[in-house]
């Protein structure tokens, strides 16, 4: 089934700087979300971007997604300690009969 | 407060003791779902459910069952729980295709 595979697997940057993973994926789809995991926690919804919007915006959160090359990228700007957790991309398609697919995440560590 | 509540927080059990996960949201949402979170693999989807009395297998649905009576509730049953269940679960819901998915805090499952 498609999966959106999140890039880098972890990554450990300093308090202030930015951090930036990406998401590829494997069919066409609807619309792509991002979700952070605290620690054991239940998933909370970041941002979505439909398949034909190219960025978005939130607060400290940059979404771009490209359809032609199938990938996203999460850009979290001025980290913050609290930034520290999990970060997931999940693709919704018609192809996976319109149910979210979650790729395997990005750790984020961010230092003080 | 919208939300998606789940319990138990916590359960350890025996290899055979049938047991139901509880999971229950307030949004009056049509979808909901099951998930799975193992290391290494990410979040799987075992069932799901677009609307009431209608249910649908994801990509784990061996060992669970499920049921929509109500629209508000969808327990996840283990009839006879093994040790390869042992996970955190999700419970999860969502208004429509097009919206973000609302997750409870999960339940932690280990079957000795």
């Known amino acids: 089934s498609q999966q959106g595979e999140e890039d880098p697997q972890a990554l450990s940057i300093q308090e202030g700087e930015n951090a930036t993973m990406n998401c590829s994926y494997k069919t066409s789809i609807n619309n792509l979300q991002w979700y952070r995991q605290n620690s054991g926690r239940g998933l909370v919804h970041l941002i979505l971007i439909r398949s034909n919007e190219r960025e978005k915006h939130s607060g400290r959160l940059r979404v771009t997604l490209d359809t032609s090359k199938k990938s996203s990228s999460l850009l979290i700007t001025a980290s913050r300690a609290a930034d520290t957790a999990s970060y997931f991309c999940?693709?919704?398609?018609?192809?996976?009969?319109?149910?979210?697919?979650f790729g395997g995440g990005t750790r984020v560590l961010v230092k003080p | 407060e919208a939300q998606v509540t789940q319990n138990p927080r916590y359960l350890i059990t025996v290899t055979g003791k049938k047991l139901t996960v509880t999971c229950s949201q307030n949004m009056n949402h049509e979808y909901m779902s099951w998930y799975r979170q193992d290391p290494g693999l990410g979040l799987r989807q075992i069932y799901y459910s677009m609307n009431v009395e209608v249910t649908d297998k994801g990509d784990v649905p061996e060992g669970y069952k499920v049921s929509r009576k109500e629209k508000r509730n969808f327990p996840l049953i283990l009839e006879s729980p093994s040790p390869n269940q042992t996970s955190l679960y999700f419970c999860?819901?969502?208004?429509?295709?097009?919206?973000?998915?609302?997750f409870g805090n999960g339940t932690r499952l280990t079957v000795t």
């Open positions: 999940a693709t919704d398609s018609k192809a996976a009969g319109n149910k979210l697919t």
């Open positions: 999860a819901s969502r208004g429509s295709h097009n919206s973000p998915l609302h």
